[in-house]
Structures are given as structure tokens and as C-alpha cells.
């Protein structure tokens, strides 16, 4: 059997249409909107979804488990290892990670400025930096900053901090996975259909809103997952 995860990939409806496959699913269901789960919209939830109309199976109404990278106690204990140079272990850690493809990355201006209004909302947490495997920084390498081209380690070392702040991108399902509160940041693409889903995350329209408005939406958030 053949899935295509997402109905709206021209790469996807192909590579599922030449694939040799005895039962091929393309997922179109989202098109015709057929599907009556009030979250079906969620790229990681619709197909899912999808899959049980496609299976003629009933919407089961308990929640959809959360993403889980299952980091082994020796991956856990590495992180640890790897935060330690980093920060003070007597504070809360916020790690942002800065990059994002076209125009889903914002700009380095943007970037300095949530620093400074985390910097001021926060003043008692570590914040530190996650590069990408292109080892680019929007603080100049000013911040802490880990970087690693080993995605399991990377996330290793998330799994450490506290909160993981990120623009739309695939780190941020990846932080999300490893069960640390994430807050993805989207300016251009759907937050509905995009943004972490796990226990503690929570994504952020930044349109018309300043570093500040989005730091005074983080504080209630934060609080609930007792970051203080």
C-alpha cells in the first residue's frame, strides 16, 4: 500500500501514481471535503483521518496520540551533556532556532527584536540558540548557539530546554516530537494546518503583531506549563 500524506503535493499524487503498488491511497478526501472531524485540518491529523474513510472505518473520538521520537535514556543523557556549556541550570532555557525556507523565515531584524522582548518578558531563563546544518545564525553567533548535523542529537539537545521557539519548519515538528513545549511562529502559512499539536505547544499568527504582542500571548501559555 502506497499513502500520500498530503493530497495537495503534485510530488506526492506522482510519486504515488507510478509507484508499483498493489492499493494506492492519494488522500483527496480533504478536497471534497467529506471528512467532519472538527480537527481534520492538520497536516499530521488528516491522514489520519483520511486513511480510516479510506478504510471505511469510523472517526474514533479519543484525541490522536501526540508525536513521540522515543529519545532512548543514552540520547537523553547526551543532551544533558551537550546543554550543559550552555546555560545556567538554575534557570528555565528558551532555544530559538531562526531558520525557515522562502519567505516562512523571517528576517534577522525580527529575530533580535523577540530577543530583546523576551530578554525583557523573561529575565530570569537562559536563551540560547539552535543553528541548522547551514550553520547560520540571526544574532551573529552572539547568542549560545549549539550546532550539530546529527538530527537525533539536535534533538537530544532540545529535549533539554524548556521552550522551543521556532518559525514554521520542519525542526518544529522535530522539537515537538521530542516532547519539549514548542511555539512555532507563522507569517505566511496556515498555523491551522501547520502548527505543533503536541501537549504543550502552541503556534502564533505574527501578522500584525510586535514582538511584544507575542510575548504577552507566550506568558499564559507559559505558565501553564509551569516554566516559571
Known amino acids: 500500500m502506497v499513502i500520500n500524506a498530503e493530497a495537495s503535493s503534485s510530488s506526492g499524487r506522482l510519486s504515488t501514481k507510478i509507484?508499483?503498488?498493489q492499493h494506492k491511497f492519494f488522500g483527496f478526501?480533504?478536497?471534497?471535503?467529506?471528512?467532519?472531524?472538527?480537527?481534520?485540518?492538520?497536516?499530521?491529523?488528516?491522514?489520519?483521518y483520511s486513511l480510516r474513510y479510506f478504510l471505511n472505518q469510523p472517526l474514533v473520538a479519543k484525541p490522536l496520540p501526540d508525536l513521540e521520537l522515543k529519545l532512548s535514556d543514552a540520547e537523553l543523557t547526551r543532551g544533558s551533556s551537550l546543554i550543559a556549556p550552555f546555560i545556567n541550570p538554575d534557570f528555565p532555557t528558551i532555544c530559538l532556532y531562526t531558520y525557515a525556507t522562502g519567505e516562512k523565515c523571517f528576517?534577522?531584524?525580527?529575530?533580535?527584536?523577540?530577543?530583546?522582548a523576551l530578554?525583557?518578558?523573561?529575565?530570569?531563563?537562559?536563551?540560547?540558540?539552535?543553528?541548522?546544518?547551514?550553520?547560520?545564525?540571526?544574532?551573529?553567533f552572539?547568542?549560545?548557539?549549539?550546532?550539530?548535523?546529527?538530527?537525533?542529537?539536535?534533538a537530544s539537545f532540545i529535549a533539554q530546554t524548556t521552550l522551543f521557539i521556532t518559525g514554521?519548519?520542519?525542526?518544529?515538528?522535530?522539537?515537538?516530537a521530542t516532547q519539549t513545549p514548542t511555539v512555532g511562529l507563522f507569517n505566511v502559512t496556515s498555523k491551522e494546518a501547520y502548527q505543533p499539536y503536541n501537549a504543550g505547544c502552541l503556534g502564533i499568527?505574527?501578522?500584525?503583531?510586535?514582538?511584544?504582542?507575542?510575548?504577552?500571548?507566550?506568558?499564559?501559555?507559559?505558565e501553564k506549563i509551569d516554566f516559571m
Open 19 to 21: 509507484a508499483r503498488a
Open 107 to 116: 528576517s534577522t531584524t525580527w529575530w533580535q527584536d523577540l530577543y530583546e
Open 29 to 48: 478526501e480533504r478536497e471534497l471535503d467529506i471528512i467532519s472531524a472538527a480537527d481534520a485540518s492538520h497536516i499530521s491529523k488528516y491522514p489520519i
Open 142 to 154: 552572539k547568542l549560545p548557539a549549539f550546532y550539530s548535523q546529527n538530527i537525533r542529537e539536535l
Open 205 to 222: 499568527d505574527t501578522n500584525q503583531k510586535l514582538p511584544k504582542d507575542i510575548c504577552d500571548t507566550l506568558k499564559p501559555h507559559i
Open 119 to 140: 530578554q525583557n518578558q523573561f529575565p530570569d531563563c537562559n536563551i540560547i540558540e539552535a543553528l541548522p546544518v547551514e550553520n547560520i545564525s540571526a544574532f551573529d
Open 168 to 176: 514554521d519548519c520542519g525542526i518544529m515538528h522535530l522539537a515537538a
